[in-house]
């Protein structure tokens, strides 16, 4: 799956209210049934790659919390976390082509985003898995490099000004100087 965008999310949990909506963040590791939605950010992005561009982008990150104590043996429904997402689009404008982004961490795996890698429905559960997000490097996207060429040059740098070399000239080689005791000053 590409980069999930937040219109698509949101399409995926409303296909069915009535899904139990189901976070897999390893292989064979899943997020506790007792989770809880927590907080929807909506952060954009400006940044300055390491060829010189400006790039630009909004990512919404849904964040997930998982009690220490489970306390109860049911994920929420899709029709719960729509009700979550509904009541924060009440307060701000999310935008529709935003990268979706996970937000979880426990006592067992440290807190990072990760992107959904694959949503599947499957016997009444609706399964979002989740994968680390990469580094990336936007000049190879671009259809450029990134680091060094053979001659040891940066190939993503931006070609830097050539400045014209200004020459100095010694004037005073080429006129007569006053020197002390001479009587000219």
Known sequence: METLKWLNFKQHLQSDA???LQF??????????SYHITE????????????GVLNN?????VQIWEPEISDQDRAMTTAKALSIINLVEQKITLDDDAI????????QFDTRQ????????????????????????KAIERGGSCGTDNQGQECCVPA???????????ISADALCCVPGSGCC
Not at 116 to 127: F, H, M, Q, V, Y
């Open 40 to 51: 929807i950010k909506q952060a954009p992005v400006t940044s300055v790659d390491c060829g």
């Open 114 to 137: 990760m992107l959904p890698k694959s949503i599947t429905a499957e016997n009444g559960n609706l399964i979002i898995d989740l994968r680390p997000d990469t580094v990336q490097c």
């Open 160 to 170: 830097a000004d050539v400045k014209p070399k200004i020459r100095l000239k010694n």
């Open 100 to 107: 979706v982004k996970i937000e979880f961490g426990n006592t």
């Open 57 to 61: 982008w909004t990512e919404i990150i």
């Open 18 to 20: 009535q899904l139990m």
């Open 24 to 33: 897999q963040y390893a292989d064979n590791k899943w997020i506790d049934a």
